[in-house]
């Protein structure tokens, strides 16, 4: 079964690469939510982008550590689009499908590698990316998941043979 990307999130820590799928993605009328410094990324680069903190209605709190962790996020991806129970209650909460998620995580390791600061340290746990990625994981069958810059040719080429679907 091919999925319809409709509404795709992406929020990446290595910001290289968008161009194509973001041209791609425009092409094929998907709206796009982001966060942060993703969101920055995109709108200089010239594309349409919903901020999350408007997607969501609440604003990034506590430095920016939540930003994605919000029941529309997380509704939007979790739910089984053709579950007439889930289809109910997004419909009632006003939420949206999300199709496709594009994530990369925190240099983690290269941090840990460089640095013995233990803020530093630790405000590269990444937490949302990581959870985003399970989530879409848990809903595959509905959920498309990138979580690799060297994926997006790979996705560019279905999305354009399978026009605007994804395996």
């Known amino acids: 079964m091919k999925i319809k990307i409709k509404t795709a999130l992406i929020s990446v820590y290595d910001k290289n690469n968008l161009s ?12 796009i939510i982001s966060s942060g410094g993703t969101y920055k ?21 506590l430095d920016g550590r939540v930003k994605t962790l919000h029941p529309k ?26 199709d496709l998620i594009i994530v990369n995580f925190y240099p983690f390791q290269k941090v840990v590698r460089n640095t013995r600061n233990p803020r530093t340290i630790v405000d590269n746990i990444d937490i949302g990316g990581p959870t985003m990625v399970r ?16 994926d997006y040719e790979g996705l560019v080429d279905e999305l354009k043979k399978f026009k605007g679907r994804t395996s």
């Open 73 to 98: 996020i997380h509704a939007g991806i979790l739910n089984k689009n053709k579950d007439k129970i889930h289809k109910k209650q997004m419909i009632k909460l006003g939420y949206e499908n999300i």
């Open 135 to 150: 989530a879409a994981a848990k809903n595959f069958k509905n959920v498309a998941i990138i979580t690799n810059k060297n």
């Open 20 to 31: 194509e799928i973001l041209s791609t993605l425009k092409k094929h009328q998907v709206k």
């Open 41 to 61: 990324k995109i709108i200089d680069l010239g594309f349409n982008c919903k901020e999350v903190s408007e997607y969501t209605g609440s604003p990034e709190i």
